[in-house]
């Protein structure tokens, strides 16, 4: 079971930007074919996906609407996975986990379902 845990989350006024990041246990890093990812739930809204990859990859998949102010990134030896989040809009305001899943192999890792392992979650809170 890999154990997620959030951090970096706070206030910041629109147009700011955070660095959210999720201390990982050693084991989602373990193979490379591991999903690692970021999702956020606004209140009264579903969760969704903001970015994915898997651990070895440096290339991850994000939302189109998010693509360009988002980015995902990992440090292994530092057992991290940050998501760097610029030109933060109030709709932006929401829960962001970190999730993993081990893999055995490379399969589609994109969705809420794909993933099993979560993170508490960080509150992120932009003012207009």
């Known amino acids: 079971q890999v154990q997620l845990v959030e951090s970096g989350g706070g206030s910041v006024e629109a147009g700011g930007s955070l660095k959210l990041s999720c201390e990982i246990s050693?084991?989602?890093?373990?193979?490379?074919?591991?999903?690692i990812g970021w999702f956020r739930q606004a209140p009264g809204k579903e969760r969704e996906g903001i970015a994915t990859?898997?651990?070895?990859?440096?290339?991850?998949n994000y939302a189109d609407s998010l693509k360009g102010r988002f980015r995902l990134s990992q440090a292994h030896a530092n057992q991290r996975v940050y998501l760097e989040m610029n030109s933060l809009e109030p709709d932006d305001t929401a829960i962001y986990y970190c999730?993993?899943?081990?893999?055995?192999?490379?399969?589609?890792?994109?969705?809420?379902?794909?993933?099993?392992?979560w993170g508490q979650g960080t509150q992120v809170t932009v003012s207009s």
């Open positions: 990859t898997y651990s070895d990859y440096g290339y991850p």
């Open positions: 050693e084991r989602a890093y373990r193979n490379k074919f591991n999903c």
């Open positions: 999730a993993a899943d081990l893999r055995s192999e490379r399969r589609p890792c994109t969705v809420e379902s794909d993933f099993s392992d």
